[in-house]
């Protein structure tokens, strides 16, 4: 039951502090109060699960704030107080916590984190860390895990942008339209890490978490209201639908990986497809090609294949080739490599990923890639010794199964 409270709070994590800070203006205190109220949820929950989960934190953390309020308010001067009287007020008179008003002001409050944790003071990392802690909901070691860094380095790193917030007056809003194109490619980044955290769970015994797919699709649905005739952030919507219309392929009943080769294709979603090819098309006749669009164009070829042999792997590899001209990231190397064996030089593809081992020696994808490639090969050895790499760097249960699975056909196949 304890593994189930922690699950319902991360899933509900981003939406309450979205909806907690809009209130409070402290950063610090928001993100301190919650934690507080989250402490006393893994405790009370498992017994006694309140029907509005959300609605608990905010309350809980909100008496909290109120708490630190007037105990710090009695050495303060009293035109100090006047002030944060007002901001006790504020909290005070935010009574509304049903299920519908959080729905409607939480699409706005997601924004404004999101638009806050990217604003240009606040450097790459910076927006990467505040973005895997406070929109996607990971803990202080998750966040530190994904950034190759010790935990107490996040803990003052994390502590130093919560400051810079406070102190330089970052507003948490959605800045004037005027602002937006600056801060937009950190945004849509900021979406496409969310998605991809949600179709292949990082941490935790679940594949998919599909509450972060849905948040992702409806951020980047959101966001073209906010700005027009934007090519990329088309083509992330494009990429994002045709990727999550293969979403219940990826596991069998067990909740087991699949594969997407050897994914039952009657699953996919082909509406979700053919609204991701019209709006590729509608990106594409802008006539600004981006990574996005050339993403979604590579999707897209996968989900038009009737099966996996009819992939056409040519055309993935020359896409992968344009995208390394915005891209030219290790990464992208990666996928160009694997499309590379997949369409003409099996063992070539395989010495290209090999060669990118050192640039990513913690990247589970290359060694599930090199296992795969090097399995074709014959290369048995080589395949279960990437596996067990692969599966020794994975924090995803449902990925640690099916490596281990893997090296279990290996082993029965050399003993053939």
């Not at 927006?127 to 860094?149: D, I, P, S």
């Not at 979403?247 to 594969?259: K, M, P, S, T, Y």
């Not at 990464?331 to 990923?353: C, H, P, W």
């Not at 924090?395 to 893997?406: D, G, I, L, V, Y």
Request: proline share 4%.
């Amino acid at each position: 039951m304890s593994a189930d409270v922690a699950r319902k709070i991360t899933a509900i994590y981003p939406q309450t502090f979205s909806r907690l800070k809009a209130a409070i203006a402290d950063w610090a205190l928001a993100e301190d109060c919650l934690q507080d109220a989250v402490e006393k949820a893994l405790l009370q929950w498992p017994s006694n699960m309140p029907d509005n989960p959300s609605a608990w934190l905010i309350t809980v953390a909100k008496n909290r704030a109120i708490d630190v309020f007037r105990r710090e308010s009695k050495s303060t001067s009293l035109d100090q107080q006047d002030g944060e009287g007002e901001q006790l007020a504020a909290l005070i008179s935010e009574e509304d916590l049903s299920e519908q008003a959080l729905r409607q002001t939480y699409r706005d409050d997601v924004l404004r984190l999101i638009f806050t944790v990217c604003h240009p003071a606040l450097n790459e990392e910076t927006r990467l860390a505040l973005t895997l802690k406070q929109v996607m909901g990971f803990n202080l070691e998750a966040v530190a895990n994904a950034l190759l860094v010790t935990p107490k380095t996040m803990e003052q790193r994390l502590t130093r942008a919560k400051k810079k917030i406070q102190g330089a007056g970052i507003p948490f809003e959605i800045p004037p339209a005027k602002q937006i194109p600056d801060r937009m490619k950190s945004v849509m980044t900021v979406v496409y890490l969310i998605f991809n955290e949600g179709y292949s769970a990082t941490q935790g015994d679940a594949l998919v978490r599909q509450d972060l797919c849905n948040e992702a699709i409806r951020l980047a649905r959101l966001l073209q209201t906010l700005v027009k005739a934007n090519a990329e952030l088309i083509g992330l919507l494009a990429l994002l639908l045709n990727i999550d219309a293969r979403r219940h392929a990826r596991q069998d009943e067990d909740g087991q990986l699949i594969l997407l080769e050897q994914q039952d294709r009657s699953l996919w979603h082909t509406s979700q497809i053919a609204e991701a090819q019209v709006l590729l098309q509608k990106a594409m006749q802008f006539e600004q090609p981006g990574p996005y669009q050339i993403q979604a164009a590579i999707a897209s070829l996968h989900n038009q294949a009737a099966s996996a042999k009819q992939t056409d792997w040519h055309q993935i590899r020359l896409l992968y080739q344009s995208l390394m001209r915005f891209q030219r990231t290790p990464i992208v190397e990666l996928n160009f490599a694997v499309a590379l064996a997949k369409s003409s030089d099996l063992r070539m593809g395989y010495q290209t990923v090999c060669a990118l081992e050192e640039q990513l020696p913690n990247y589970v994808p290359m060694f599930a890639a090199k296992a795969g490639l090097a399995f074709e090969l014959g290369l048995y050895d080589v395949a279960a010794s990437a596996y067990e790499q692969a599966k020794a760097l994975s924090q995803s249960e449902p990925e640690r199964q099916f490596f281990s699975a893997q090296m279990e056909r290996i082993r029965e196949l050399v003993a053939q």
